[in-house]
């Protein structure tokens, strides 16, 4: 076995026992005295993406991803306002609703504003479909404390949708209930 160099071993010893500064220690001790993330259980995360004018927010726990738009095949016979038909992601074909439809939002004009255009795969409890938004904005959190009930700033197809609106800096977010959303998009397949 190698014997330590005395150097070494009295470089380590000092380097242990030098003082901490003391806005490392205040910093530790404010985040200590915070509450461990598990425990809080006041936020939630949400993503947030745009139907022409309209901004929604969606539980994080549903969106699965984001892909640059796809062309979306029609399925003869089935393919209706809301139910557009299959779209190919990475391999995987999904269900593809229009939520401009299911939300009763306006769409957007074609030019450099569909540049931002996402599509969106959502899924829960082996259920995913796929929809076209036009930009998705940000992944945030939030106390839903802080969602108002929706008003008239949220297209009114949408209303029976939200659980709520969120007031950020740049305006109004409608919050999207993920049951009666997945429960809106089933229905639209009979």
């Known amino acids: ?46 993503a947030v993406f745009r139907l022409g004018d309209e901004r929604f927010a969606l539980d994080a726990a549903v969106v699965r991803e984001v ?21 190919a992601l990475r391999g995987e074909l ?8 299911l939300l009763g939002c306006a769409r957007v004009a074609s030019g450099p504003t569909r540049v931002a255009a996402r599509m969106v795969v959502i899924a829960r409890a082996g259920e995913a479909w796929a929809f076209l938004a036009d930009e998705v904005r940000e992944v945030l959190r939030y106390d839903p404390a802080a969602v108002a009930p929706a008003q008239v700033t949220v297209a009114k197809a949408a209303v029976r949708f939200t659980d709520g609106v969120l007031t950020l800096g740049d305006g109004p977010v409608a919050v999207l209930d993920a049951t009666r959303l997945f429960a809106g998009l089933a229905r639209s397949l009979s």
């Open 1 to 46: 076995m190698a014997t330590r160099e005395p150097e070494a071993e009295s470089a380590a010893k000092r380097l242990l026992e030098r003082q901490a500064p003391a806005e490392y220690l205040a910093a530790w001790a404010r985040s200590l005295a915070d509450a461990p993330a598990a425990a809080r259980t006041a936020d939630v995360a949400a």
């Open 67 to 87: 892909h640059v738009p796809r062309a979306v095949h029609r399925v003869p016979g089935r393919t209706n306002e809301v139910f557009r038909g299959l779209v």
């Open 94 to 101: 999904h269900l593809c609703a229009d939520l401009h439809a």
